[in-house]
């Protein structure tokens, strides 16, 4: 592999991963928080709750997920290599 | 690329590898025979509870017959939230099957010790952890909702395309492209990370020390079998039910 690509790839995969984490840590932050807030306000619908909440954040956890992805392809499956 | 990792591989362990793949030639096409023979054991594996499961039924259910009903009522559950108590039941078979199959792939990754198999190349793991398999089944799910709403409401479903306003057109149009992609990429890349973190952490300290990081790589496999099961049952309702004309019903 060309030694300017490799670099490259490196850099543009940490950058996919570190970019994709930032807004769904900020989305799953406020969902934890305000369903801790739902909770507190109605400890019966705790199940409820918590069920949709799980389900939520692996909604926002794909989104880093699909930044992964890119960086998996850009080391291991590089089109330009 | 991550040369110095192989003075350990003379473990037993499993190899960080992306792309090595057992290919069989099969007339002109070049297939990835290590994802097809996982999943004919978790297919075999399937086929084998469910005949077990209703070889002899008892009214009153016990052993395997009752774990197969729980989960039958489980998913049965599951379509009728997402799809609405009218229409959800010739959709539970589909529904129920990429469930089943995707969670029972997942699993069969982390659980069973593949690695004791030895092929001539490439390494057993989860089918899910190839993207052609999670394409294929979010392609089967992008069908069935164009199947679903084009035999509930005929040539008029298309009239979602147009239907607020024909300015949202190239969106709409976007829309059933962009649906199987984040379908497949969600599944593939959540199994594929599960897989690389246990091994990497494996590389390091190859003892207990991943425990744990394996145990939620097992809760969010099911996860996400549930998030594809859901979503495809979502897709269906949004294709039968279309933009608000019927109303929707609570969930």
């Known amino acids: ?81 | 690329m991550l040369n110095f990792l192989s003075a350990v591989s003379s473990l037993p362990l499993a190899k960080i590898e992306v792309g090595h793949h057992l290919y069989w030639q099969l007339g002109n096409l070049k297939i990835h025979g290590q994802v097809f023979l996982t999943s004919w054991f978790v297919i075999g594996l399937l086929v084998i509870a469910s005949l077990a499961a209703t070889r002899n039924i008892r009214r009153i259910p016990a052993g395997i017959q009752n774990f197969m009903e729980y989960a039958l009522e489980f998913i049965r559950d599951l379509a009728k939230n997402q799809i609405g108590e009218k229409d959800y039941r010739p959709w539970v078979p589909f529904i129920g099957t990429l469930f089943l199959f995707i969670f029972v792939s997942n699993w069969s990754g982390a659980l069973i010790p593949w690695k004791l198999i030895r092929l001539p190349e490439g390494e057993l793991a989860a089918p899910t952890n190839d993207i052609n398999t999670t394409v294929a089944l979010a392609l089967l799910t992008s069908l069935a909702y164009f199947y679903a709403g084009f035999s509930k409401r005929g040539l008029g479903y298309f009239k979602k395309y147009i239907e607020p306003t024909p300015i949202l057109l190239p969106i709409a149009i976007l829309e059933d492209f962009t649906k199987p992609l984040s379908l497949s990429f969600r599944l593939f890349g959540n199994i594929l990370a599960d897989e690389l973190v246990v091994t990497v952490l494996v590389l390091l300290v190859p003892l207990f020390v991943p425990l744990p990081i394996m145990a939620l790589g097992l809760f969010t496999s099911a996860i996400q079998a549930l998030v594809f099961a859901t979503l495809a049952a979502a897709y269906i309702h949004e294709a039968m039910a279309g933009h608000g004309d019927e109303g929707h019903e609570e969930h």
């Open chain 1, 1 to 81: 592999m060309d030694p300017l690509v490799a670099a490259a790839s490196v850099i543009a995969a940490s950058l996919a991963i570190g970019l994709a984490a930032i807004g769904p840590g900020i989305g799953q932050g406020n969902a934890a928080g305000q369903a801790v807030e739902g909770i507190a306000r109605q400890p019966e619908a705790e199940g409820k709750i918590r069920g949709t909440l799980l389900l939520t954040l692996a909604f926002m956890e794909s989104l880093t997920i699909y930044g992964l992805v890119i960086a998996l392809v850009l080391l291991f499956a590089n089109p330009f290599a």
